[in-house]
Structures are given as C-alpha cells and as structure tokens.
C-alpha cells in the first residue's frame, strides 16, 4: 500500500504530461552614451518577455569598471517593480560630467535576485564615450597680456633683434632645417621639420605643431636657427613667447656652439634658454640648461622655474640669459633662478661663438609621445628676440 502511494504522488507532480508553467524572463541592454560637461540622467529599459499575473520584482546595482562611482556616475541600488500586466520598467542613472582629457569608460547595470520572472540578461555595460577622446582643434589666439622686457639696458647695446614684424621669416638671418635629423634629431623626435610650419601672424613669429602625415611621421613643425647668420659670445638674450601645451609637446628656445661641424655635440657646448615639457604639472615649468663634454664626457647642469599660477599657454613670459666669461644665468621676468659658473677648465665650449635654434618638437626621450589627451595644433609665438652686449 505505501509503495502504490507513492507512486500515485509522483504521477500527481508531473501533471501527468502538461507542461510547466513559463515564467517571464527579464533583459535588459546595454547602452553607449556621450559624455557631457555637465552631469545629466539616463534612462535604461528592462523588459520582460511576456506580461504576467504575479506581481515581479528584481534587484539591481551599479558596479565599477573604467568608470568609477560617484566620480563618472551616481552609484545606486534598489528593486524595480513589475505591477501585474506590466511589460516594461526603467532605471534611471546619474552620469557626471566632466572636462578631463580620458579614453572611453564603462560600468554595469547587475540585476540579481528576481522574484516571479527568471534572467535573460543578468547585467547590462554602459559605455561613456568622452566627448573629449578626440579633441577638437586648437585655435591660435594672440594673447594681449604678459611681461615685456625694457628695450635697452644702462651699459648694454642692442647687437641684434627680430621683431617678426615682416610678412615672412627673414632668411637673412634664420635657415629651416627640414626632416627628423637622426634618430629624430639625437632625441627619438616624433614630427617632421618643414619650412611651412612657420608664419607670422600680428608682429609674432608662429611655429606650429600638427598632427599630420609628412615624409613617414605623423607630426609636422619648424626648427629654425642662426647658423652662419647670427652668432655670438657672450651677452644678454631676451625672448618674449608664448609656448604650446599637452603632453609630448616640447618647444625650446636654445643656442649651440658654431663650431658643432668640427668638433660634434656635446663638445661644441649647448645653452638652453627655453625648454617645456608639456603635460598635467608640466606646462608650468620652465627648464635652463647647460650642456658639454667635461673631464668624464657629456655633462649638464639646469635649474626650472615654476610659474605662481597658470601655464605658459595662458600670456607672454620672457626667457632670458646673461652670458660672461665667468658665468651663464638664466632669468625668467626679468627674475633669475638658474646660474652656472663656467670658468673651469673644462667648461670651455662656452667661450666660443653660438647660433639660436627655435622648434617646437614632439614626443622625444624626454616628453614622451602624445597621447589622447594631447590637443593639435600647437602654437609657439615669439614676438621677439633681442640680443645685447657690454658697451
């Protein structure tokens, strides 16, 4: 009697034949939105396959992925409702906006412990597309601010000056060097030096740096120099500028010695007035250096000036250096913050005739190359260059 009991129960739970019944299944999609600067609301639909009878509720939760909570977007959880005969519900999610340079970001929408209704989708990914991973072009603005040097000195002449105002470089007194040099220019340089990179634009001399395809590199831009043109020993250099920004932009205004033919880098001696390595904490920061071959080979010797507030984008600085015999300093506003004494021996390179050299190059040892943060085209604008020496 038990056993034919039993039996008769089981027969009863497979209903003899009949199906199941189905219960709805819950899907949710994924979703790409673009980023804005400001924060703003999303909506995301969760559908059911099918309407039911019973009232169904579901879980949900934001995880984490490249975006990251209560800074890309509003962290939240709670459940989500299905009245009786409804299809179809939604979540709402908080992005935040921003104006940082970054890639593309995402983060999930997880659906967890359904009631009534079982899981087609268990997760949805929300992708932000950064209305910055390209960035929009840079336009080139004079700016109408910045420090202006005296145009003499009590006991100085003015030996020689560019004021830019021309309509073309004047090829009296500057060359182009064209290409990458080797092993872009010593310095594994990404761009491709043209002469059509250079134009002047309201008394100031513009270099500019693109993003572009020229002789097998992706980045165009001038170098110009002296050589054989304008040379010197020893003096004041003053150099009015605004200077380009972003990571692996490297402008530099700079001197070599004349005799770099005959004798090679570094022993023809190297003085840089102007170096920025562009980037976040970087474009604020200018670099003095001296370069040569000491007793041990190549040696070096540089001080940085950082500026109060803002970037050297923002107006016009000037770079400057005051060249004797006995020492090399370097002044940014007229203030000096670098000094180097080059009477010993071995510091001899720089008791010799050097030419300028003004770029503006990208990527290289030193930067790095750019990324997607990096903003093209770039602009160095000089508005002049004056050259003193002791009456």
């Not at 470089?169 to 594994?188: Q, V």
């Not at 290289?364 to 750019?370: D, I, K, R, T």
Request: with cysteine.
């Amino acid at each position: 009697m038990p056993s034919i009991l039993i039996l008769s129960l089981f027969g009863c739970d497979s209903g003899e034949g009949e199906p199941s019944p189905q219960l709805p299944g819950i899907s949710i999609n994924d979703l790409e939105i673009s980023e804005k600067k400001e924060d703003f609301n999303i909506t995301l639909d969760v559908a059911l396959s099918e309407v039911s009878a019973d009232l169904i509720v579901v879980s949900y939760e934001t995880v984490e992925g490249s975006a990251m909570a209560n800074q890309d977007f509003k962290h939240i959880t709670g459940q989500l409702i299905f009245q009786a005969g409804s299809k179809r519900e939604s979540i709402t999610l908080t992005i935040l906006g921003d104006e940082k340079m970054e890639e593309d970001e995402s983060f999930l929408i997880r659906l967890f412990d359904p009631a009534n209704a079982v899981m087609n989708d268990s997760s949805a990914t929300i992708v932000i597309k950064n209305f910055d991973t390209t960035p929009p072009p840079n336009e080139l603005v004079i700016p109408t601010q910045g420090y202006m040097s005296p145009e003499s000195y009590e006991g100085w002449n003015l030996v020689w000056q560019d004021e830019f105002d021309q309509e073309s470089l004047n090829t009296a007194d500057w060359t182009y060097e064209i290409g990458n040099g080797h092993s872009g220019w010593g310095n594994n340089e990404l761009e491709y030096y043209t002469d059509e990179n250079t134009s002047m634009v309201d008394g100031n001399l513009v270099i500019t740096a693109k993003k572009e395809s020229k002789g097998g590199y992706h980045y165009t831009s001038s170098r110009i120099i002296t050589k054989d043109k304008q040379e010197f020993k020893y003096g004041r250099v003053d150099i009015r500028a605004v200077l380009p920004f972003g990571q692996g932009i490297w402008p530099a205004l700079w001197m070599l010695g004349a005799n770099i033919d005959q004798v090679s880098w570094p022993a023809c001696g190297e003085i840089d007035i102007m170096e920025l390595i562009g980037g976040t904490n970087r474009d604020n920061t200018t670099h003095g250096t001296a370069h040569w071959s000491g007793a041990n080979g190549y040696a070096n010797y540089g001080g940085s000036k950082k500026l109060s507030s803002g970037i050297f984008a923002d107006e016009y600085h000037v770079f400057s250096i005051i060249w004797n015999e006995n020492s090399i300093t370097w002044l940014l506003d007229g203030v000096e913050f670098h000094v180097i004494d080059i009477t010993p021996a071995d510091l001899s390179e720089f008791r010799n005739d050097f030419f300028l050299i003004f770029n503006v190059a990208v990527g290289g040892n030193w930067p790095g190359s750019p990324n997607s943060s990096t903003v093209f085209p770039q602009y160095m604008i000089v508005d002049y260059i004056r050259v003193f020496q002791t009456q």
